[in-house]
T-cell receptor
């Protein structure tokens, strides 16, 4: 069966450290993968998109990697801040289908 | 407007009633998507439009759910004979073209009593 898995347990880290979130998928052939941030009661906010032929993408303190062999994407936030505390969702677009399929999200808590 | 807007932000209704949820996409975006999100879950696809036509409605849970986009811009999600299990956050997103980044609105929180 098709699955997208993100760590359901909250990730607690200290301010200034690097947060690393994992997204694994099974039985999908994604054309691209996206990461979103979601605050409680709000809609997801787009952060980064990485395509199947890209290994890594960066934007300011954010970095995403995409390994189609391992079927995994890693999302990194360097020099984390308490304001980075939120739920982070990964979503993929299965090649040939236009809709996004989301993981359940991982909650990140950054302590001062 | 600058982003996707959705109205109302909250809707409380009684079981069996009819509701309409509205989405205003980013100006010029041709693709529009509806998702539903339950607490603790990721958004789940319902339907998407390319222009005025529903290109894929495979995520609509049953025939009580229907969506329209008559002029290729604003879309309305319609739910008939609401049930308590319909309670969720309903999210709308738009993209400039199919397959491009989807930008989400703030959502409509629906509560069916």
């Amino acid at each position: 069966s098709q699955k997208i898995e993100q760590n359901s347990e909250a990730l607690n880290i200290q301010e200034g450290k690097t947060a690393t979130l994992t997204c694994n998928y099974t039985n999908y052939s994604p054309a691209y993968l996206q990461w979103y941030r979601q605050d409680p009661g709000r809609g997801p906010v787009f952060l980064l998109l990485i395509r199947e032929n890209e290994k890594e993408k960066r934007k300011e303190r954010l970095k995403v990697t995409f390994d189609t062999t391992l079927k995994q994407s890693l999302f990194h936030i360097t020099a984390s801040q308490p304001a980075d505390s939120a739920t982070y969702l990964c979503a993929l677009e299965n090649t040939g289908f236009q809709k996004l399929v989301f993981g359940t999200g991982t909650r990140l808590l950054v302590s001062p | 407007g600058a982003g996707v807007s959705q109205t109302p932000s909250n809707k409380v209704t009684e079981k069996g009633k009819y509701v309409e949820l509205r989405c205003d996409p980013i100006s010029g975006h041709t693709a529009l998507y509806w998702y539903r999100q339950s607490l603790g879950q990721g958004p789940e696809f319902l339907i998407y439009f390319q222009g005025t036509g529903a290109a894929d409605d495979s995520g609509l849970p049953n025939d009580r759910f229907f969506a329209v986009r008559p002029e290729g811009s604003v879309s309305t999600l319609k739910i008939q004979r609401t049930e308590r299990g319909d309670s969720a956050m309903y999210l709308c997103a738009s993209s400039s073209f199919l397959g491009e980044t989807q930008y989400f609105g703030p959502g409509t929180r629906l509560l069916v009593l």
